[in-house]
Nanobody
Framework: QVQLVESGGGLVQAGGSLRLSCAASGRTFSNYNMGWFRQAPGKERELVAA????????GYVDSVKGRFTVSRDNAKKMVYLQMNTLKPEDTAVYFC?????????????????WGQGTQVTVSV
């Protein structure tokens, strides 16, 4: 079992940066692919970035490509989301989530474990 706790959210002006962190507990963290999701008010939750268990495979939704960078440190049981050039439309609650799957299934639903979320607000 994996428990996830996000941190690093906050209020930032457009064009600014934030770094989200996701701390994991559990001995098998390194077996899990990890995803960063976000959910804005009135919108569905969307997967914005994913990283494979080894860190060798990484993917992003088009709207954040070139601005967001996902990384992980399995020794520290941490996953990060560096967010640069933030836009007001990036405002959302951001969640990290974990699943064991093939890389091709990372972008489908069905993540096994979720954090509680951290609020990111980007002002104009």
């Amino acid at each position: 079992q994996v428990q996830l706790v996000e941190s690093g959210g906050g209020l930032v002006q457009a064009g600014g940066s934030l770094r989200l962190s996701c701390a994991a507990s559990g001995r098998t963290f390194s077996n899990y692919n990890m995803g960063w999701f976000r959910q804005a008010p009135g919108k569905e939750r969307e997967l914005v970035a994913a990283i494979s268990w080894s860190g060798d495979s990484i993917g992003y939704v088009d709207s954040v490509k070139g601005r967001f960078t996902v990384s992980r440190d399995n020794a520290k049981k941490m996953v990060y989301l560096q967010m640069n050039t933030l836009k007001p439309e990036d405002t959302a609650v951001y969640f990290c989530a974990a699943k064991i799957s093939s890389w091709s299934d990372v972008w489908t639903s069905g993540y096994d474990y979720w954090g509680q979320g951290t609020q990111v607000t980007v002002s104009v």
